[in-house]
């Protein structure tokens, strides 16, 4: 049986005094796929930042790679999550380069690997370039080097599929697999289907800050 990555037992998130989850209950084992669908403001960002240690347990109990969500030390989380976001934790007036070297720097990976992330991720050619130059499919595909470089045990991906071309939506479900039979977890949140899923990833759909239904 797989050892379980992140465990969510009635889990409330309050915003100024909103829930924007409102009793989440929750197993994710090692080296599976979760896909979190939805409608806009049910909760599915929300579920994933606190996954990541990003916002505040309110209510209920959590533990993410064995760290206590509802602790300050959910801060430890950040060396092993992996988050990428619509825009990625990137400065606009730095290039790629040096925005993954100071990364790397901060989280104490090799910065000799940049140049092969990049080229992974099919960004090679434009480390130069200011990020605030960089198209959205391209700032995707600098977040999606971002997270190669720092091979998280967790990875959570919100809208991954966002901006990116063919091409790039090929190569993140070539990317998914690879990530899962390496050992590494991935939940992610989506609008549309996604198109080519690993076996036995579970699709997670929430309505009102609660998962619904899982399948």
């Not at 998130?13 to 090692?30: D, K, N, W």
């Not at 690993?198 to 309505?207: I, K, S």
Request: proline share 3%; aromatic share 4%; hydrophobic share 45%.
């Amino acid at each position: 049986m797989s050892e379980s990555v992140a465990s969510l037992d009635n889990a409330l998130v309050v915003r100024g005094g909103f829930p924007l989850l409102s009793g989440v209950t929750l197993e994710i084992a090692q080296g599976t796929m979760s896909v979190v669908t939805g409608a806009n403001g049910v909760g599915k960002t929300t579920l994933l930042r606190l996954l990541g240690g990003l916002v505040a347990l309110s209510g209920g109990t959590g533990r993410v790679c064995g760290v206590d969500l509802a602790s300050e030390n959910r801060r430890a989380l950040r060396r092993r999550v992996g988050w990428l976001g619509h825009d990625g934790p990137f400065y606009d007036d730095l290039s790629v380069r040096e925005n993954l070297t100071f990364a790397a720097k901060a989280m104490g990976r090799p910065v000799e690997e940049i140049g092969a992330v990049l080229a992974r991720a099919g960004i090679e050619g434009r480390e130069k370039v200011l990020v605030r130059a960089l198209s959205a499919g391209q700032r995707r595909r600098v977040g999606i080097a971002w997270l190669l470089l720092r091979r998280p045990e967790l990875w959570l991906l919100d809208e991954p599929y966002a901006a990116l071309d063919v091409a790039g939506r090929d190569f993140l479900d070539e990317l998914f697999h690879e990530v899962l039979a390496a050992g590494a977890t991935v939940a992610v949140s989506a609008h549309e289907h996604l198109r080519s899923l690993p076996a036995g990833t579970r699709t997670l759909h929430m309505v009102g800050g609660r998962i619904e239904t899982v399948s």
